[in-house]
């Protein structure tokens, strides 16, 4: 990979990264069509449009993070964008996400999404972080076949009714936000690691059913009854 002094000629002829953190770009009008550009950095600036982003044909590592985009139009669907990195922006909405048909990691930590409804279906998605946002249900994202691990502590989930069917996860991280309830929690058949501290749960529904269950973190709630975990052992 050529570091960022390399000329244009290297950027268009080779697999290619482009750094530009820490700038002072406020958009990305005028950016090149570089066919072979692998790796892209635009984190640390002023963005808050994306329109005018280049369709790069092999473009894998897209990250944005601590930018001032609100919402995702004029986002092109990147063939074979693995990871998006989107941290730290003001992005309220998923809704005008383009479908990223190889993406497997995504990052919405810190930002003030209220719902994963708008999300598209990641087909191939295998990690998804949405710490730190202003989730209040998990009802209507869509069903995520390859997702793994899900990340959403420090949000304002109260229930998991509706939470879609999630057949390959194996970590779901829900500290730190308003649960009182575990109703909805079903179709996750290889939930190895459960993270449930510092919700508001005073007592748990029977969750002997997941039995690839191997770590429940339970801390800081007001549980009085331990009961429904007896199936665990």
């Not at 640390?44 to 993070?65: D, K, Q």
């Not at 930590?109 to 295998?126: I, K």
């Not at 390959?168 to 501290?197: C, I």
């Amino acid at each position: 990979l050529r570091p960022i002094c390399s000329t244009r000629r290297s950027l268009r002829h080779e697999r290619s990264r482009l750094e530009l953190y820490a700038n002072n770009l406020s958009n990305v009008h005028g950016m090149p069509d570089l066919p072979n550009l692998a790796i892209l950095y635009l984190g640390t600036n002023r963005l808050t449009t994306l329109t005018g982003l280049p369709e790069f044909p092999v473009l894998a590592n897209l990250s944005l993070r601590e930018n001032q985009l609100s919402d995702l139009a004029g986002m092109p669907s990147l063939p074979l964008l693995t990871e998006l990195d989107l941290e730290a922006n003001q992005l309220m909405s998923l809704g005008e996400m383009p479908d990223q048909p190889s993406l497997l990691g995504l990052r919405l930590r810190s930002n003030l999404v209220e719902s994963l409804e708008a999300l598209p279906s990641l087909s191939s998605l295998e990690t998804l972080d949405a710490t730190n946002n202003q989730i209040r249900r998990l009802a209507g994202m869509p069903e995520l076949p390859a997702l793994k691990d899900l990340l959403a502590e420090q949000n304002q989930i109260a229930d998991l009714v509706g939470m879609p069917d999630l057949p390959s996860l194996t970590l779901l991280q829900l500290q730190h936000n308003k649960l009182v309830t575990l109703e909805g929690l079903s179709d996750v058949p290889n939930l190895a690691d459960l993270y449930l501290h510092d919700n508001l749960l005073e007592s748990i529904e029977d969750i002997s059913h997941l039995s690839a269950l191997a770590q429940v973190d339970l801390r800081n709630n007001a549980i009085t009854v331990s009961a429904p975990l007896a199936g665990m052992t």
